[in-house]
């Protein structure tokens, strides 16, 4: 007897949910329908600054997966249609198909939920000019670089100072345009500390991006053509031939909120550690819609990242398919780069940890990426936050050149494992000297939050 | 009442341990007499190749602290100067300074054996022969150097395949030379198992490097001149200009073993947790002459890195010093490179687990150090090892180009933590498409060694 499986959304989480799901079972065995209100199926998003920034030639290049490949694995994947309502009483989903219109009711034994983010987009005079872009999906990176193309003023704005932000601040570089960031908190990356985004402000502003923080934008000028010409913030105005928003996402949840389903304070849905929806026995959800463990604050968080989306995947079509998996948490990592600055993070920032009511010792220092005598040795600052009294570490920052921002994965194992600083100093981590100093960043950070632990008492 | 230290040795271990020491006790409560036998203190041997390769350029960049800049921190440092006897029960050390021949007395409270090793020298036939070298001590590598400088032929055979000789094979052919490696193994880097070691082989070759594996060489030939003309092996003769033994290291342990100190079975010192030699409440020793307990087998081994040497130093420097520390152990990684090929390894191959009684599965796959569609990303090979039923992570090894060396870390971690495959499998490690694919190879492997756990049941 066949069940019908019904994923809404067709990128990561979704679309790594079905084919889970049919490696386990067959189409005999499970029948597989997913609904993709855009035009397109697994794709890197996170890709889009780098074929906007020309790096990556070719908008396919960042297609995992197309449709029809997907229909050759015995999935019934339907493009641009968008699921309008969902009916969890009645088990089923209500469909429209964005070209005829058509609607229609299809019914589901179990259901993935995979809606993904949407990108903020203030409600501010001028923000739908042409000329405004975000870069969400593969569509908006097209109608940017059509812009760009169509374009012959060089000079760019882009609101928002965090991983898109920046990561859109180099690509524009890269394509020759005079760049401001315009940013509303008092650093750039606010996830990190605002001494280590301190660090971002000045080697971006050394790249020549002028870098504007605590700026909170009011409007978009445009110009006779009704094109953006500035961007307006209180104190002054930012002369724009292209604005690129990139200002972070929300989950992507009103069908969910409007059936009733369990949300979190940050408005992703709620999950189990099978990642099905809290008390619904037939409903999993993973990707940019969801809120997860936070493993060292032990909160849940949205945060909408790829690596996340596609693990959701893998996890809710194992359980899907009749086999067992979970999805522990996250201790919150991330790693990015603007031209040759690498920026990387994992576990609580200062505000964090006082959030989550402990107490911590801060620890920072400068060292290299290989032995201080080896050609291309670059400097990197690395910040290291530890529980007082127990040494537990919290959270690690890094911010530098070729070779920093993967050190981090280091600090993400044993923040996993709830490691002590101390524990920290001892590990066995590779040294020769093309690839580290014989005391690796990392554990001089740790060495130095152990005595602050220490003198903490 | 002052006590005194006197130290053994004057590189990574033993003037870690002095300068640590110091750090804690002043001059008026701690004496600090150290000897060292060669002309130079606290340098990078692993640093080497570099500079016979002309990376480095001056010897003295791979010199972190000179004899007087010890001095000047208050420790005696006797340089050229011989330890010739040790006395446990009289709490003595008799030295030699080898300049005058003065032999001499010196009695400690407290005493640090920090000999390091001596380069494995097989005694074959025209070994001593000119333009045959080691390069275990600066005075190697400049006697390698001069070698070089004074020498019109272009071939160079390297005995032994492996970090050192590796590394070795790469500072030649920087150097302009044709490389011949000799190698007595099955493959290469017998610290990979072969499979990967095979890899490693591929690659040198590729780079025009011969590789020459499973010969023993039986003898260096020598021209009218007495200089170096071939290497022979039992089936074949290779010309060479200059000849570098690469051979490995044993403990320098012979000044222990007449004081009647305990050594474990390859010969190194063995050590407390305090890295106090056991049994001796008064003696600790660290660096390349002790051995160290592998934390993933449950054994000691030998094993001489800078790294863990200058751990030890720090720890032995803490305790001496009335502070606390220990050194829990290592869990076996090591990382080198040849030209773009990177090479890394940690905790047990096949052949060890076998030894520890351990049943495992592997899972070997190829991935890419960046997005495959992100300009660089360069393929690795990653193994995995398991245990098996429990699916414990026993090792890990990776043989790849740019960004390939450094990831085993996180599989140190992991090791240390002593983790699962299905826990590697849920790390949140740092994504974005220049620095990781969506799954990082750690991971890819850890999927696919979950998947080998499974079958074998």
Not at 149 to 154: D, I, Q, S
Request: proline share 4%; hydrophobic share 40%; aromatic share 4%.
């Amino acid at each position: 007897m066949s069940e019908r499986l019904v994923v809404i959304g067709a990128d990561a989480a979704g679309m790594s949910a079905a084919s889970q799901a049919r490696r386990l079972k067959d189409r005999d065995a499970l029948e597989i329908v997913a609904f993709e209100r855009g035009g397109f199926s697994s794709y890197s998003a996170c890709g889009i600054p780098y074929w906007v920034g020309g790096q990556v030639a070719e908008r396919d290049e960042l297609i995992a997966r197309t449709p029809d490949e997907h229909r050759e694995r015995d999935i019934d994947l339907r493009m641009r249609t968008e699921v309008t309502e969902l009916d969890v009483p009645g088990k089923r989903v209500r469909a429209r198909d964005l070209r005829s219109g058509e609607e229609y009711w299809t019914a589901y034994d179990k259901l993935v939920i995979a809606t993904g983010a949407r990108p903020v987009r203030p409600e501010l005079p001028g923000i739908d000019a042409p000329g405004v872009h975000g870069v969400q999906t593969l569509d908006d990176g097209q109608a940017l670089l059509d812009t760009l193309a169509a374009t012959e003023g060089r000079r760019a704005v882009v609101v928002g100072a965090g991983y898109i932000g920046v990561e859109m601040a180099e690509a524009l570089v890269q394509r020759g345009y005079r760049v401001t960031v315009v940013n509303r908190g008092q650093e750039p990356m606010s996830t990190l500390d605002p001494d280590m985004g301190r660090l971002v402000h000045e080697a971006m502003s050394g790249m020549g991006i002028e870098m504007v923080d605590d700026a909170e934008v009011t409007g978009i000028r445009t110009g006779d053509d009704k094109r953006v010409r500035a961007v307006a913030t209180a104190d002054a105005e930012y002369p724009a031939d292209v604005v690129v928003l990139g200002i972070g996402v929300r989950p992507q949840t009103d069908l969910a909120r409007a059936a009733g389903l369990p949300l979190g304070a940050q408005g992703g849905l709620l999950t189990d550690l099978s990642m099905r929806v809290r008390g619904h026995a037939d409903i999993w959800a993973g990707g940019d819609c969801v809120e997860v463990r936070d493993l060292v604050a032990g909160n849940e968080r949205h945060i909408a990242l790829g690596t996340h989306a596609n693990k959701h995947g893998q996890v809710i079509g194992s359980n899907v398919g009749g086999d067992y998996a979970t999805f522990p948490g996250v201790v919150g990592t991330a790693v990015s780069k603007v031209c040759d600055l690498e920026i990387a993070r994992t576990g609580l920032r200062e505000k964090d940890a006082r959030a989550a009511g402990l107490q911590y010792v801060t620890a920072t220092i400068e060292s290299t990426s290989r032995a201080g005598y080896f050609p291309g040795a670059a400097l990197m600052t690395v910040k290291m936050l530890a529980e007082r009294r127990t040494g537990r570490l919290l959270g690690v920052q890094i911010v530098g050149h070729e070779g920093a921002a993967k050190r981090v994965d280091v600090a993400a194992v044993a923040l996993t494992a709830r490691m002590t600083v101390e524990q920290l100093t001892a590990l066995d981590l590779g040294y020769a000297p093309p690839f580290s100093p014989v005391w690796d960043p990392v554990l001089v950070a740790a060495r130095k939050a152990v005595t602050a632990v220490r003198k903490a008492g």
